[in-house]
């Protein structure tokens, strides 16, 4: 199986009623959930771990993730409300505005010992829940329990309007990169973390530390990977009528972990011998899931139907 572990919440899109006048429509979102909904949709076994609602808003979440065939069973049910964001688009980017005091999500807590991680092949985690201490310091507290036996996904997904102390979350970030050993990050996240650092320079230092694979995606410029046997691999976008980006980079990560999966090149030492032309064809297939994405609003991954896998 593998987990994804973090954020779940109701994101509030932007869209337009009869009358044409703008307005705000509910969606199941939280970068993490979609990234579980986002695997489970194309065949793999997939569960949730996090602080999920008991209201109605939770309820919600609950239904989605059972609709999409995610379990539920490792996440933690509470009374506290659920986290919503409010979404606009700015050229072409998505921008969120939080409440997130005193949800479920900020409230979990890692259950040591309820998670059989010898039967997890990969843990993804980021976003949101690592910007405050206690969800940072229990993602950290499940990451080293699972690294003995499962391969670590990470994507800060970085969300600058949360982020009180800058410094203080870039070292976090590098310090959750530097246990991952699969790291994808859009060029927005780069700039706010890196700023005009190359990022071929970045991409070769996180291998340098043991991270056997970089991702980083760029919106309709594709995506390029660096990997310390098969090199630099860059894949384009699908051309798509976009009708938001949101969801996009979790279907893409989603997708990468499905078909890396499917390909038996999940453990660290299988996903350290990946050559160059598999590689382009995982990417490859992530990129169209993602590019589906776009063609719909909200976080929205495709199913296993909807897409070719024909590899």
Same mark, same amino acid.
Request: with cysteine; charged share 20%.
């Given at each position: @199986?593998?987990?994804?572990?973090?954020?779940?919440?109701? *994101?509030?899109?932007? /869209?337009?009623?009869?009358?044409?006048?703008?307005?705000? @429509?509910?969606?199941?979102?939280?970068?993490?959930?979609?990234?579980?909904?986002?695997?489970?949709?194309?065949?793999?076994?997939?569960?949730?771990?996090?602080?999920?609602?008991?209201?109605?808003?939770?309820?919600?979440?609950?239904?989605?993730? %059972?609709?999409? +065939?995610?379990?539920?069973?490792? %996440?933690?049910?509470? !009374?506290?409300?659920?986290?919503?964001?409010?979404?606009?688009?700015?050229?072409?980017?998505?921008?969120?505005?939080?409440?997130?005091?005193?949800?479920?999500?900020? +409230?979990?807590?890692?259950?040591?010992?309820?998670?059989?991680?010898?039967?997890? #092949? %990969?843990?993804?985690?980021?976003?949101?829940?690592?910007?405050? !201490?206690?969800?940072? %310091? #229990?993602?950290?507290?499940?990451? =080293?329990?699972?690294?003995?036996?499962?391969?670590?996904?990470? *994507?800060? +997904?970085?969300?600058?309007?949360?982020?009180?102390?800058?410094?203080?979350?870039?070292?976090?970030? @590098? #310090?959750?990169?530097?246990?991952? *050993?699969?790291?994808?990050?859009?060029?927005? !996240?780069?700039?706010?973390?890196?700023?005009?650092?190359?990022?071929?320079?970045?991409?070769?230092?996180?291998?340098?530390?043991?991270?056997?694979?970089?991702?980083?995606?760029?919106? *309709?410029?594709?995506?390029?990977?660096?990997?310390?046997?098969?090199?630099?691999?860059?894949?384009?976008?699908?051309?798509?009528?976009?009708?938001? /980006?949101?969801?996009?980079?979790?279907?893409?990560? =989603?997708?990468?972990?499905?078909?890396?999966?499917?390909?038996?090149? @999940? /453990?660290?030492?299988?996903?350290?011998?990946?050559?160059? !032309?598999?590689?382009?064809?995982?990417?490859?297939?992530?990129?169209?899931?993602?590019?589906?994405?776009? /063609?719909?609003?909200?976080?929205?991954?495709?199913?296993?139907?909807?897409?070719?896998?024909?590899?």
């Amino acid at each position: @199986m593998l987990i994804a572990c973090g954020d779940a919440l109701i *994101d509030f899109v932007p /869209t337009q009623n009869a009358a044409g006048r703008e307005a705000l @429509m509910p969606a199941v979102g939280g970068s993490c959930l979609n990234v579980a909904v986002g695997i489970a949709r194309l065949g793999a076994p997939t569960g949730f771990v996090g602080g999920i609602s008991t209201d109605l808003f939770g309820q919600m979440v609950a239904d989605h993730a %059972a609709a999409s +065939n995610v379990r539920l069973d490792l %996440a933690t049910r509470s !009374d506290h409300q659920t986290t919503l964001a409010f979404v606009r688009i700015v050229a072409g980017e998505s921008h969120y505005a939080f409440y997130d005091a005193g949800t479920a999500a900020r +409230n979990w807590t890692y259950r040591r010992g309820t998670i059989p991680f010898e039967d997890i #092949e %990969a843990v993804h985690v980021g976003s949101t829940t690592l910007v405050n !201490d206690q969800g940072a %310091a #229990e993602t950290k507290a499940l990451i =080293a329990d699972a690294r003995a036996s499962s391969t670590i996904s990470f *994507d800060p +997904n970085c969300r600058p309007n949360l982020v009180k102390n800058k410094p203080a979350y870039v070292a976090r970030m @590098m #310090e959750f990169a530097a246990g991952a *050993d699969l790291i994808k990050m859009s060029d927005v !996240d780069f700039a706010y973390l890196f700023g005009e650092e190359p990022y071929h320079e970045r991409a070769n230092a996180l291998l340098g530390q043991g991270t056997r694979l970089v991702v980083l995606t760029r919106g *309709d410029n594709g995506a390029i990977a660096w990997h310390a046997g098969a090199g630099q691999i860059e894949v384009a976008a699908p051309e798509v009528e976009v009708a938001d /980006t949101i969801g996009a980079g979790d279907s893409f990560q =989603a997708a990468l972990l499905f078909a890396l999966h499917k390909q038996g090149r @999940m /453990t660290r030492e299988r996903l350290k011998d990946i050559g160059a !032309d598999e590689l382009r064809r995982v990417l490859s297939f992530a990129a169209n899931c993602a590019g589906l994405t776009c /063609t719909r609003p909200g976080a929205d991954p495709p199913w296993s139907h909807e897409i070719s896998w024909s590899w």
